[in-house]
């Protein structure tokens, strides 16, 4: 009895270090983040850190597996559907527009809520212009597969392969346009007096962008 007290106690301590983790490194990333802000945060013992997850280090590995496995999780089912789409069908280039809006309506639901842009939201777009060790799981595990995936999708509608150059730059632009919303949050919210984003706000920012992606892809459409 004692010991099952014992595990349930240090899941407990574990699983808040990794919250505290989310808002502090999500804050001051992983240099400026210290080991007594995080135990104070998630209310343990600073010896817990290194006890849990070997140093401030492996709390961050912890953080950022934590938001591939909440996260990321809910893409991968469009992901697999979209990858089943391509390997069976040859598909036009309006279908392939459509699979692209099917994609992005579940990447920006998951990317807009529960306040993303002041936490795990922060560490994934510090890890694209500060990448750590954290970058290669995020890399692997999400980040390549949607990319991959939207680089086949837009090789349709180009009629290239997807691993031209162009079609893969042109991919990331697309996942710009998404990703604005995270990195500039403070002047969507402050150029329409949003408070955040709800779901009424994140309905009119899913039909903007697929109003742009059929501004942006329309005409190639078209002329196939």
Same mark, same amino acid.
């Given at each position: 009895?004692?010991?099952? @007290?014992?595990?349930?106690?240090?899941?407990?301590?574990?699983?808040?270090?990794?919250?505290?983790?989310?808002?502090?490194?999500?804050?001051?990333?992983?240099?400026?983040?210290?080991?007594?802000?995080?135990?104070?945060?998630?209310?343990?013992?600073?010896?817990?850190?290194?006890?849990?997850?070997?140093?401030?280090?492996?709390?961050?590995?912890?953080?950022?597996?934590?938001?591939?496995?909440?996260?990321?999780?809910?893409? !991968?089912?469009?992901?697999?559907?979209? /990858?089943?789409? @391509?390997?069976?069908?040859?598909?036009?280039?309006?279908?392939?527009?459509?699979?692209?809006?099917?994609?992005?309506?579940?990447?920006?639901?998951?990317?807009?809520?529960?306040?993303?842009?002041?936490?795990?939201?922060?560490?994934?777009?510090?890890?694209?212009?500060?990448?750590?060790?954290?970058?290669?799981? @995020?890399?692997?595990?999400?980040? !390549?597969?949607?990319?991959?995936?939207? /680089?086949?999708?837009?090789?349709?509608?180009?009629?290239?392969?997807?691993?031209?150059?162009?079609?893969?730059?042109?991919?990331?632009?697309?996942?710009?346009?998404?990703?604005?919303?995270?990195?500039?949050?403070?002047?969507? !919210?402050?150029?329409? $007096?949003?408070?955040?984003?709800?779901? $009424? /706000?994140?309905?009119?920012?899913?039909?903007?962008?697929?109003?742009?992606?059929?501004?942006?892809?329309?005409? @190639?459409?078209?002329?196939?």
């Amino acid at each position: 009895m004692n010991n099952c @007290l014992a595990a349930e106690s240090g899941l407990d301590a574990k699983q808040r270090l990794i919250k505290a983790g989310l808002e502090i490194f999500g804050t001051f990333n992983l240099e400026g983040a210290t080991t007594r802000q995080l135990a104070e945060r998630a209310g343990v013992n600073q010896a817990a850190i290194p006890y849990y997850f070997g140093g401030k280090e492996g709390l961050y590995l912890a953080v950022i597996e934590h938001v591939i496995n909440h996260k990321a999780s809910r893409v !991968r089912p469009a992901l697999r559907r979209i /990858s089943d789409t @391509l390997q069976k069908e040859q598909l036009t280039p309006k279908e392939a527009v459509n699979q692209i809006k099917t994609l992005f309506g579940v990447y920006l639901q998951v990317l807009l809520e529960d306040n993303a842009a002041t936490t795990w939201a922060r560490i994934m777009i510090r890890e694209q212009m500060q990448p750590t060790k954290g970058f290669q799981l @995020l890399y692997e595990r999400w980040i !390549r597969h949607v990319h991959e995936i939207l /680089s086949a999708l837009l090789a349709v509608i180009l009629q290239k392969e997807p691993t031209d150059p162009n079609v893969i730059l042109r991919t990331h632009m697309l996942v710009g346009q998404i990703q604005i919303f995270l990195a500039g949050r403070e002047t969507v !919210r402050r150029r329409l $007096n949003w408070d955040g984003y709800d779901e $009424n /706000s994140r309905r009119q920012i899913q039909k903007a962008v697929f109003d742009q992606l059929d501004l942006f892809l329309g005409p @190639l459409v078209t002329a196939v």
